[in-house]
T-cell receptor
Framework: AQKVTQAQTEISVVEKEDVTLDCVYE???????LFWYKQPPSGELVFLIR??????QNEISGRYSWNFQKSTSSFNFTITASQVVDSAVYFC??????????FGTGTRLTIIP | EAQVTQNPRYLITVTGKKLTVTCSQN?????MSWYRQDPGLGLRQIYY???????DKGDVPEGYKVSRKEKRNFPLILESPSPNQTSLYFC??????????????FGPGTRLTVL
């Protein structure tokens, strides 16, 4: 069975600080997909990134970056120079083939102005 | 615009009063799914459907029903709602093939309160 662990329940940082959200996953499959979603206070789920298991390249998109390490089964998400608009709940999720998304319990990030 | 729509967005009801939350997608996706989100538990799958007339249970199906009579629609039915079904519900859809393009598109969510 698949499992996603987001050990950080809540994080607060002062604006402009960097912050890393941790995600550890468990699966016996060799082909899988990892996702990050953002849920702002308005409640919708905003897709941020998808990563295939066979592509360990790290990715950077503006102030966001993702570090995928198969050796430690981790897919961590870093926000550089955080802004108040980054305040949200962030979910990491795992998908095997066409099966369901298995979500972590989420990390609530608060950026303090 | 490609999207998943849900209605209603907010609903307050009483125990035992049957209700239906509708979900519709305009992307011709084969796969549709319902999740519920509860504090500290993340999102958990309720039911899913791989195609018309094909539905199956997810992790938390008790107290829910679904149907898939048309490809675009996947309603969630609560025959006799109870307070423990108070939650935020999301519908999602995705294409099954190819698997490399299997991003799930989520609806805006339905916040349900059962008194």
């Amino acid at each position: 069975a698949q499992k996603v662990t987001q050990a950080q329940t809540e994080i607060s940082v002062v604006e402009k600080e960097d912050v890393t959200l941790d995600c550890v996953y468990e699966t016996r499959d060799t082909t899988y997909y990892l996702f990050w979603y953002k849920q702002p206070p308005s409640g919708e789920l905003v897709f941020l990134i998808r990563r295939n298991s066979f592509d360990e390249q790290n990715e950077i998109s503006g102030r966001y970056s993702w570090n995928f390490q198969k050796s430690t089964s981790s897919f961590n998400f870093t926000i550089t120079a955080s802004q108040v608009v980054d305040s949200a709940v962030y979910f990491c999720a795992l998908k095997i083939g066409n099966e369901k998304l298995t979500f972590g319990t989420g990390t609530r990030l608060t950026i303090i102005p | 615009e490609a999207q998943v729509t849900q209605n209603p967005r907010y609903l307050i009801t009483v125990t035992g009063k049957k209700l239906t939350v509708t979900c519709s997608q305009n992307m011709n996706h084969e796969y549709m799914s319902w999740y519920r989100q509860d504090p500290g538990l993340g999102l958990r799958q309720i039911y899913y459907s791989m195609n018309v007339e094909v539905t199956d249970k997810g992790d938390v199906p008790e107290g829910y029903k679904v149907s898939r009579k048309e490809k675009r629609n996947f309603p969630l039915i609560l025959e006799s709602p109870s307070p423990n079904q108070t939650s935020l519900y999301f519908c999602a859809s995705s294409s099954l093939y190819p698997a490399t393009l299997n991003e799930q598109f989520f609806g805006p969510g339905t916040r349900l309160t059962v008194l």
